[in-house]
């Protein structure tokens, strides 16, 4: 018999190992901008054609390398970040597994070009396909440029999988102000075809960088975090409620230093925002986690956007906790939200090309979940007083309740308002020892499917205290014997169907707090005052007498928005008095 496992060659793992760290231009970038950040640069330039698929040079001012590194940077495993397994758990760079430059050599032809302060004169290294063809004396800037052209030449399947010129010059616009954002005191130019795309001066201070990256619209709507605990501090911009994007596109996660992707930490973020942002929108976040090293594993995976904590659950606490305690309500104003959208655009963040880049539909396959405690509003804008500054004048369409305010005219979504203060009521309740219950004359009794057998058995407790008590009555049977007094006891059925529905499609749920959050919500949805029904005088004042008594809130805790207004200015330009 012939044996059939052959061991591979050197060149067919060389590609391979290259496959892993090099998908696509943009990766290329990244790690050669990793390299110079590394390498202690004040300034960093892209040079780009085609989408990086023609040509990719990063030059920086960084410390360049002697011609001795010079030759042993394009070895495999060679790196001077670190040098035993315990250096791992104490990374400092960005770099750290030796593996970038080697792997970007094997699939291109390289050519680097560097002088470190002590040498008089540079170095060029020219590599084909990871092969060295030539060194040689060059003149050079201190610093480093490296230059990578025909990407994938001798891989032709990858090259196959590249997508257009567009896409590609896309995915390198993200990564270079991925990095941008988090170094402010590096001055940046992307420059593709020829074409400056993007330059930012060095600044000392952030919120410059963060302006320049994100546009003026979205800057004017983040509120500055700081957040400290015994596990991590954390420090960033967070976006006001009203400032949502129908992507997850302008979140930026940074775990000392590197931007990552991780499940924990966007759960947390879109937990934070739950009730105050509609499902399928997403907040700005500019974020910056910083802990020890030895509380993360960064040697995940080659390209080093995923990481490990080591604590996971505490992770989410501490950025759930800091979140909640620093969101703060603002008008709910939908020009912010469509100027920003506007803003992308112009940046060539089309629609088509949302469907290729799977990361900027959602940042969780799961969709968005969770809660957030409201703590203090701002002052500054529409606060306290905001309701009862309001004269309702009427109904339109059974459903909206027109209003004259101070401003202009104010629309009321009925069933948004009375959700919305359904909701704090039965929080508040729950915060001061317990929501008041109103035991039923007659138990209803409730058909469930096997699933929400299940879930009523592991949530009943949860439920109880939640003003929900049942009973297990035989069978897939249970009776309902109280719910909360504020719903007033209609359509128990599907009151407790929609909790247990809601309850199971949560899989594997998380926090205790989110949960609640979530039955609350339904509770105050199936309690709310329906659109369609005629209301008298007295029930509207009174709506917005209980919008008035809670803290101020310009959203559902679906996140709809409970109010709309037309000022006097627009009105008047309506009407073309201006
Ligand atoms: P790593 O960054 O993981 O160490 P790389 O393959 O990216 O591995 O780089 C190998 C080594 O080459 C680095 O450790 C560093 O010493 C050197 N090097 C790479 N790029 C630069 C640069 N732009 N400036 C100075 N040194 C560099
Ligand atoms: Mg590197």
Redesign the pocket.
Known sequence: MSSKIRILSEDVIAKIAAGEVVERPASVVK?LV???I??GATSIVVDIRAGGMETIRVM?D????SRE?ALL?TERY????VQNEEDLYSIQTL????????SIATVSRMRLL?RDGTSQVGTEVYREGGVTARVSDAGSPMG?S?EVRNLFYNTPVRRRFLKSVGTEYFHIHRVVEQMALAKPAIHFRLIHDGREVLNVPKTEDPRVRIEAILGREAYKALVPLEFRDETISLRGYIGRPTLTLSTAKSIFIYVNGRFIRDRVVNRSLLDAYRTLIPRDRYPVAVLFIDLSPHRIDVNVHPTKREIRFRDQDKIYRSIHVALGSRLKAAPADERISRAVEAYWQEKGVHNGMREECPEYRAIDGEGVAGSFVFPEFSRDTRTGGFYSSLSPMGQIGATYIVCQGPQGLVLIDQHAAHERVLFEKLRRGLKNTTIVRQVLLFPHVVELSHAEGHIMDTYRDELERLGVEIEPFGGNTCAVKSVPQVLGGEDVESLVEDIMGELASEGRASQEETRTERVLTIMACHGAIRANRVLKDEEMRGLLHDLEEIEFAPTCPHGRPIFSEIDYPQLDKMFKRR
Do not use: I
């Open positions: 790690e990793e390299n110079s590394d390498a920086d960084g410390c360049g390398m590194d940077a060679a790196t001077s970040k770099g750290f597994r030796g593996e970038a430059l080697p560097t480093t490296v």
